[in-house]
């Protein structure tokens, strides 16, 4: 079985998002075209070479998964979750961010649909979790995480708006 293995990168100083960047141990390369890719010709001429140590580069990895309407879910994307209780303070749903943290991709509470807030850091769980499946289907054959109600409406960099009240 094989992953796709995918990146994305912000700029701080162009305010750009660029897919399918290319990431080489530490180096980030962007082609011209606003699309991101690494080449075996030596005549190549990327746009931008950068370091992902570089604080104004934010590197982000897909997750491999997919929300409800099969858009692909990257480290930095903020997701609308349902509520498994619904109540007055919370509402029907949380918007929460995907974090790579200790070796697996969590969600990590931004807000409730009321605009309730938890501090900075309260993990909602693991990504996994928020998916139709068993532990056998996990080990066995992943396929089966084809179900989720979750929905990716932005990412913490392009949609500023989600992390405010």
């Known amino acids: 079985m094989s ?3 995918k990146f994305r990168v912000w700029l701080d100083d162009d305010k750009k998002m660029f897919n399918n960047a290319g990431v080489v141990g530490k180096v980030v390369v962007l082609e011209h075209n606003g699309e991101g890719y690494i080449d075996d010709n030596t005549d190549f001429e990327p746009l931008y070479w950068g370091s992902v140590d570089d604080s104004t580069i ?3 990895q ?8 099969g858009k692909e879910i990257y480290e930095g ?3 609308k979750v ?3 209780i619904e109540d007055s303070i919370h509402g029907e749903y949380s918007f929460q961010e995907i974090v790579y943290r200790n070796g697996t991709w969590i969600v990590q509470y931004l807000k409730s649909e009321t605009g309730f807030k938890l501090p900075k850091g309260y993990t909602g ?8 499946h ?4 996990l080990i066995f054959n992943d396929d089966r995480l084809e179900y989720t109600n979750i929905e990716v409406i932005g990412n913490i960099y392009e949609n500023q708006e989600l992390l405010n009240s």
């Open 134 to 137: 068993d532990l056998k289907s």
């Open 125 to 132: 769980g693991l990504l996994i979790d928020l998916y139709d």
């Open 58 to 60: 934010h590197v982000m």
């Open 77 to 79: 994307d903020v997701v």
């Open 3 to 5: 992953r796709e293995i």
């Open 62 to 69: 897909y997750t491999g998964l997919k929300d409800k309407n």
């Open 82 to 84: 349902p509520c498994d």
